[in-house]
C-alpha cells in the first residue's frame, strides 16, 4: 500500500512540476477556500477587507522586487503608481463609462485596471528613463520626488476631488471583490516568475550583478531597464485600482512616501529577489498593520512606523552580519524543508527498499565520486611551464624543385 502511495505522489509531482508551481497551487488553495468560505457566509466584513488588502499588497510586493530585487535599482515612488491608477481607474468608472459600472461592474472593474495600469506604465517610462543614468541615491531621491509631486497635483485638481479625495460611487461587493484581487495577484506572480525564468529574466539579473559586463556580453540594458520600470508601473497602476475599488473615498495623502516605505520593507523583508518572500512578508506586514492601526490609537498611532523601521534594522543585520553566517546557515528555511522531505521520504518508502541495501547506499550519494569535482592540490600542483623543446617539421619540397 505504501509502495503505490509513494509511486502515486511521484507521479503527480512528476506531472504537475509541484516543486516549481507550489506557490501558485498554495495561492488557489486559499483563493477556492476562502470564496467557499465567502459564499457560504463564513467570512465576516472585516476579514473580507484585510483579505482585499492582502491581495494588492502581494500585487505591489512582486512588482517592486521586480525593480528592487532583480534589477537592483532603488525605487522609492511606488505609491506614485499606485495613486495614478487608483485615481485614473476611479475617474473611468465613475465619469467616463458610468453605465457600464451599473450594467456590468466586473467589466468595469478589468476595464478600469487596464486603464489604470497604463496611465501608470507611460508614467513608469517617463521615469524609466532617469534610471539609465541614474543609480541607487540619486534614482531613489527622483522616484521619491515623483511620488510627492503626484500627490500634491492629485490635491489641488478639482476634477479628481482636490483635498477631499475622490469619491468611489461605485464600490465592488465585499464577498467578492478579494476572490478577484486574488486572481490578478496570481497572475502578477505567475507573469514576473516566468519573466524572471527566462532568457529576460537572465538578462536582468545580469545587470544587477555588473552592469558592465553585460553591455559587454551584448544585453540591451537600456531596453531591460525601461522594460522593467514600465511592467512594474502597470502592476503598480492595478493595484491601485483595485484599493480604490475597496474603498468608498480615498485621497492622495495615503499615497505618500510612507506607504513606498512600507512597500519596500515588504521586499527587504522577504529577502532581495525573493517572490515567495515578497508574498510572505506582505501577508504578515498588512496582518501587522491593520492589527496595530486597531490596537494603536490617537498619539501611539505613531509607533507604527517606529516598529516597521526597527523591523528593516533588524532583518538587515541579520541578512549582512558576519557574526551571523552559521545562524544563517544552520536555521535555513531550505534545508530544514530538505530534511522534512528525507525524513518523509524514509517514512513512505517500501519494505523492499529499506530492505535493499543498494537503495540505502545510493540514497546516501558518495560526493567524493562526482565526476566534476577536482581537488584543489592536483590544480595547484600542475606544471603549465611551455615546453620548448618541440622542433616543428620542415615542409615538404615541392615536386620537381630543389631542397
Request: charged share 15%; aromatic share 12%; net charge positive.
Amino acid at each position: 500500500m505504501s509502495n503505490k502511495l509513494t509511486t502515486y505522489f511521484k507521479n503527480v509531482k512528476a506531472k504537475y512540476k509541484i516543486k516549481n508551481h507550489l506557490t501558485y497551487y498554495i495561492m488557489i488553495a486559499f483563493t477556492v477556500l476562502f470564496t467557499i468560505l465567502s459564499l457560504t457566509g463564513g467570512i465576516k466584513r472585516s476579514s473580507a477587507f484585510l483579505l482585499e488588502q492582502i491581495g494588492y499588497s502581494i500585487i505591489l510586493a512582486v512588482s517592486l522586487s521586480l525593480v528592487v530585487g532583480f534589477l537592483g535599482e532603488l525605487s522609492l515612488g511606488h505609491a506614485g503608481f499606485m495613486c495614478l491608477g487608483a485615481y485614473f481607474g476611479t475617474y473611468f468608472q465613475n465619469t467616463l463609462a458610468p453605465g457600464l459600472s451599473k450594467s456590468a461592474p466586473l467589466l468595469a472593474l478589468i476595464v478600469a485596471m487596464i486603464i489604470g495600469g497604463l496611465v501608470a506604465a507611460i508614467f513608469g517610462f517617463i521615469i524609466g528613463l532617469p534610471a539609465l543614468r541614474l543609480k541607487g541615491d540619486y534614482l531613489a531621491i527622483v522616484t521619491l520626488a515623483f511620488g510627492e509631486i503626484v500627490k500634491i497635483i492629485f490635491q489641488n485638481v478639482n476634477t479628481f476631488g482636490g483635498a477631499l479625495g475622490m469619491k468611489n460611487a461605485y464600490r465592488y461587493d465585499v464577498k467578492t471583490l478579494f476572490i478577484i484581487i486574488f486572481i490578478v495577484a496570481i497572475l502578477s506572480v505567475a507573469l514576473i516568475n516566468n519573466l524572471i525564468r527566462s532568457k529576460h529574466g537572465r538578462a536582468i539579473t545580469a545587470i544587477r550583478d555588473n552592469e558592465i559586463a553585460a553591455r559587454a556580453m551584448g544585453v540591451n540594458v537600456s531596453y531591460y531597464k525601461i522594460m522593467v520600470f514600465v511592467l512594474s508601473s502597470f502592476l503598480a497602476g492595478v493595484a491601485g485600482v483595485l484599493f480604490a475599488a475597496s474603498s468608498n473615498r480615498f485621497s492622495s495623502v495615503t499615497f505618500d512616501y510612507n506607504y513606498s516605505i512600507n512597500i519596500l520593507v515588504m521586499v527587504v523583508l522577504g529577502g532581495m529577489g525573493s517572490i515567495n518572500g515578497s508574498i510572505v512578508s506582505a501577508t504578515l506586514i498588512t496582518f501587522l498593520n491593520v492589527k496595530l492601526q486597531v490596537v494603536l490609537t490617537g498619539n501611539l498611532a505613531a509607533l507604527k512606523n517606529l516598529i516597521y523601521a526597527l523591523v528593516l534594522i533588524v532583518i538587515v543585520i541579520y541578512t549582512n552580519a558576519p557574526s551571523l553566517k552559521g545562524f544563517r546557515e544552520k536555521y535555513n528555511l531550505r534545508k530544514l524543508w530538505d530534511k522534512i522531505y528525507a525524513f518523509l521520504h524514509r517514512i513512505f518508502r517500501s519494505k523492499k527498499e529499506l530492505a535493499d541495501p543498494a537503495v540505502e547506499k545510493a540514497d546516501a550519494g558518495d560526493w567524493s565520486k562526482i565526476p566534476t569535482k577536482v581537488e584543489m592540490d592536483a590544480i595547484l600542483s600542475t606544471d603549465f611551464t611551455p615546453d620548448n623543446s618541440y622542433v616543428p617539421d620542415k615542409p615538404d619540397a615541392p615536386k620537381g624543385g630543389k631542397e
